[in-house]
Structures are given as structure tokens and as C-alpha cells.
């Protein structure tokens, strides 16, 4: 009798630490996701790469999402991490050859995401709208990606 009555109170503990550690695990994940159009002196701008990242205190930032426009310029991605130390700091990349002049190296900016368009989730439903992105103008933190 009282060995059945540990083996239940076992079992019981056991299964109240599993799902604790299951519903710890979706706890720090974060999600977020860009959307827009990108153009080229007024001309819907394709396969523009376009990437998120969550910015680290130390060490490389980590990238979470990418893709490309499409024919007609348009962009959409979303993306998710798990944050075990630290806050979850997005932004996304744009990688690009609109005017220009070094084919070898492309030009590369980057932009913040608004933190009301990161959610606790492993799926971003209310996405940061960017607008139309025209990238002909160079801009203030702009660099040269030849990496690419």
C-alpha cells in the first residue's frame, strides 16, 4: 500500500517537472517579421536579399530569417529565436546593387524593428510594415558587403 502510494506521488512530481520544463522552454521565444516593397529609382526593385537579425551584446549577431523580392519588388519574412540570456533586439539587413558602381561589393543597410512588432511567440501574425524602401539614396549607416 505504501509503496503504491510513492509510486504515485513519483509519478506525480515526475510529470509536474516535465511539463515545467516543456512550458519554460517556448517561454523566451520571441518572433517578429518585416514586410514591403523595394525599389530602384521608381522601379520595383527584385531579388533584393533582405535578412533579420537579433543584435547580441557579445559575439556575432544572430540571423533569424531571410529572403528576397520578388518581380515586383515585394518582400516578406518572418523569424523566431530563443532567447536564453538577454533581450531579443531585432533588425533587418538589406543587401542590394542599386546604383551601384563596385559590382565586386554590394551596398548593405540596416534598420530597426520596432519592439511593438516583436511578440512572445513562435510565430509573428502583426508583422513590421517598412512601406516602399526606395534604394537609390545612400544612407547614414551604409556599408559595403563583399562577402556576398
Known sequence: ??????????????LVLIQSCSSLSSKNVYATGVKGTFTCNGVPASNIKVQIYDKNKIGKDTEIAQGFSDVKGRFGIRGNEKVNIGNFDPYYAVTHDCNNANQVCKRKFT????????EKSTRAFDVYNAGTVELAPKRPNEKRDCNV
Open 1 to 14: 500500500m505504501l509503496y503504491n502510494l510513492l509510486k504515485i506521488i513519483f509519478f506525480s512530481i515526475s
Open 111 to 118: 534598420e530597426e524593428i520596432d519592439k511593438k512588432y516583436v
